[in-house]
């Protein structure tokens, strides 16, 4: 019989990758709560209801991308393809509403799309992202801005550039799409299918074709900026003094458009030098005033962004391996066992981590294993050791090896750790 392996498109979080991702979204909510955000978290599926009304029916995550199942009563779930729309529902259905605004929230966790598997491309991702909800001062979008930007300064990521744009409101939009068609119409039957399409069901999103044949229509096409109106352009130099305020460099960039439908005025991305174009951002987000009406609940409007973890992972610079244990703890004999497992239990109370030998091989064996462990120290038990009531301790890295009682392991062993901290140990 053939070895059953992962679905196409996942991972598995191997420790090391596991500490990695962790570590990275760990640093990202520790950012976000000292701007006041509070984590929580939302069911992994969903109404399939939600995202087709609240991500838009003509978007490629909802059209083609979603994992959506009937349950055992025939209702139509979906594994959450994104968390904007759950966000705000959990907001509208809970008491986050009473709040004084804006509600500040975050949240990592995993996102699940049929997307074509790819470098940094999954069908079981992780994100991390905040959300601003329930008010709609352009500075806010700054501040959203300002989580993400510390963050990546603090992984120490560099060639990475934010990508800003504002593509207008109710108000303005719809003559911004009037012109992208007028000004494609007359070239509609040159122009590769998949444009055809877009152009059909949702203008906007033809400025982030990557199609070969539509890039010279693409480049004199109408641009965003020039269709704002007076209060989308106030608030969108509202949104970039506020970025100067935090000196975050940005580029406007009047083809960003981004593959969900809520989005209204600032949209942004942040791209790296090593992911190719707009499909391959870090992280994406903006402002979704509208939303939480669309979902069937009071006006909320709000702002935020979500950053894909592998993709940070993968570019952040390598952090700390993950901690090793700090002491194993061997019998020598069977009769040493019952004791090697009492020492090695009290050792952990008092607040070391310990890995218990007590397996059926040879104490060589057990030291070799000890060695590759990375620990610090190996304490052995054996019949005379029990008799006696003392280990024998042994630094690993040096072979200094002392008689001790299970009261002074613990200082011992803090202290050669201590010694290898500063350097000061024999190599
Ligand atoms: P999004 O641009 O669809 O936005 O996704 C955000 C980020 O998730 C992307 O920039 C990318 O890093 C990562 N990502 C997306 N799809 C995949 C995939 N298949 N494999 C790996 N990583 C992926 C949203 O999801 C919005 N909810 C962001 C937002 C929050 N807007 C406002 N608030």
Not at 181 to 198: G, K, N, S, V
Not at 257 to 283: C, I, K, P, S
Not at 383 to 392: F, G, N
Request: glycine share 8%; proline share 7%; net charge negative.
């Amino acid at each position: 019989m053939p070895p059953i392996s992962r679905p196409r498109g996942t991972e598995d979080l191997l420790p090391d990758q596991f500490f990695a991702m962790r570590r990275v979204s760990e640093a990202g909510l520790g950012v976000a709560a000292s701007f006041g955000y509070q984590q929580l978290d939302t069911p992994i599926f969903e109404a399939s209801e939600l995202f087709v009304r609240g991500v838009g029916d003509s978007t490629d995550v909802v059209r083609r991308e979603m994992y959506t199942f009937a349950d055992r009563s025939g209702r139509s779930l979906t594994l959450r393809p994104e968390n904007t729309a759950p966000v705000l529902r959990a907001f509208g259905e809970s008491s986050l509403r009473q709040l004084s605004p804006p509600v500040r929230l975050s949240y990592a966790g995993p996102m699940f799309r049929y997307d074509r598997p790819g470098k940094g491309r999954y069908r079981q991702f992780h994100q991390f992202g905040v959300e601003a909800i329930g008010d709609p001062e352009p500075e806010l979008d700054a501040e959203v801005i300002a989580v993400a930007w510390d963050w990546l300064q603090e992984l120490g990521l560099g060639g990475i550039s934010l990508q800003l744009n504002s593509i207008g409101d109710a108000a303005c939009r719809p003559a911004y799409r009037e012109a992208l068609l007028e000004h494609f119409a007359p070239h509609l039957a040159t122009l590769p299918e998949l444009d055809q399409e877009r152009l059909r069901r949702n203008p906007l999103r033809i400025l982030d074709s990557k199609e070969e044949g539509s890039e010279q229509l693409l480049a004199s096409a109408p641009r965003t900026s020039d269709y704002l109106c007076q209060p989308c352009r106030e608030a969108f130099e509202r949104v970039q003094l506020a970025l100067h305020a935090y000196a975050i460099p940005f580029e406007l960039n009047p083809r960003l458009v981004r593959g969900l439908d809520y989005y209204v005025r600032t949209t942004f991305e942040v791209w790296h030098e090593d992911l190719m174009g707009a499909q391959n951002a870090l992280f994406g987000g903006g402002r979704y005033d509208g939303l939480s009406e669309l979902l069937g609940y009071p006006p909320a409007p709000g702002v935020g962004f979500a950053a894909g973890l592998e993709r940070v992972v993968m570019l952040a610079p390598p952090g700390p391996p993950p901690a090793r244990p700090q002491l194993v703890v061997c019998s020598a004999q069977p009769v040493a066992v019952a004791s090697a497992i009492d020492a090695s239990q009290r050792l952990r109370r008092d607040g070391l981590s310990v890995l218990c030998d007590v397996g059926g091989r040879s104490l060589k064996g057990k030291m070799r294993a000890a060695e590759r462990s990375g620990a610090e120290a190996v304490a052995i038990l054996g019949e005379e050791e029990v008799r006696e009531r003392r280990l024998t301790l042994r630094r690993l890295r040096s072979g200094e090896q002392m008689a001790v009682r299970l009261e002074q392991v613990y200082v011992q062993v803090r202290e050669w750790e201590q010694d290898t901290q500063f350097g000061e140990g024999p190599a």
